[in-house]
T-cell receptor, first 109, second 112 residues
């Protein structure tokens, strides 16, 4: 079956750096997405990786290794507003989007 | 642009009742989706559409129906509501099958 694994919850300190990992096993691969979801709100797009390597976008970066079935989202200079759930999602070979359960990130002052 | 507009935001149904969740997008997107999100679980695809007049089942279609008569609208119909349908429902759209999704604000549905 198809599966995406990410940690359930992580805690970090304001101003620090945190890395949220995502591992996947899917039938084919057509890209990996990261979304941010604040409590009670809809997911919003953060990043997209289809080739191996690091994509940097301001304080957020996302890395992909297709051979290892692995991605991470790196958040720098953490702010209180970064407290949210971070969802990893993979487009499989049929372009179906498979979602992880999300990682709840708690930022402490 | 309004993006994806989803109504209602909250609804309580009794077992056996029916209702329609409305979804409209003004971005001229061909692809539209209905997801449900349960605590501790990933988003589950209920139904999707690749264009007006075309719909297809997702991972968890039982108990739901959809229609896509126009590019803009993609309503989700619940017939004979059951407690297992208590969830948060999100409508989403994208321009192509590999683009990012734009989500509506969600509907918190409780079936009692």
């Amino acid at each position: 079956g198809q599966n995406i694994d990410q940690p359930t919850e992580m805690t970090a300190t304001e101003g620090a750096i945190v890395q949220i990992n995502c591992t996947y096993q899917t039938s084919g691969f057509n890209g990996l997405f990261w979304y941010q979801q604040h409590a009670g709100e809809a997911p919003t797009f953060l990043s997209y990786n289809v080739l191996d390597g690091l994509e940097e976008k301001g304080r957020f970066s996302s890395f992909l290794s297709r051979s290892k079935g692995y991605s991470y989202l790196l958040l720098k200079e953490l702010q209180m507003k970064d407290s949210a759930s971070y969802l990893c999602a993979v487009k499989d070979g049929n372009y179906q989007l498979i979602w992880g359960a999300g990682t709840k990130l708690i930022i402490k002052p | 642009n309004a993006g994806v507009t989803q109504t209602p935001k909250f609804r309580i149904l009794k077992i056996g009742q029916s209702m329609t969740l409305q979804c409209a997008q003004d971005m001229n997107h061909n692809y539209m989706y209905w997801y449900r999100q349960d605590p501790g679980m990933g988003l589950k695809l209920i139904y999707y559409s690749v264009g007006a007049g075309i719909t297809d089942k997702g991972e968890v279609p039982n108990g739901y129906n959809v229609s896509r008569s126009t590019t803009e609208d993609f309503p989700l119909r619940l017939e004979l509501a059951a407690p297992s349908q208590t969830s948060v429902y999100f409508c989403a759209s994208s321009g192509t099958e590999n683009e990012k999704l734009f989500f509506g604000s969600g509907t918190q549905l409780s079936v009692l």
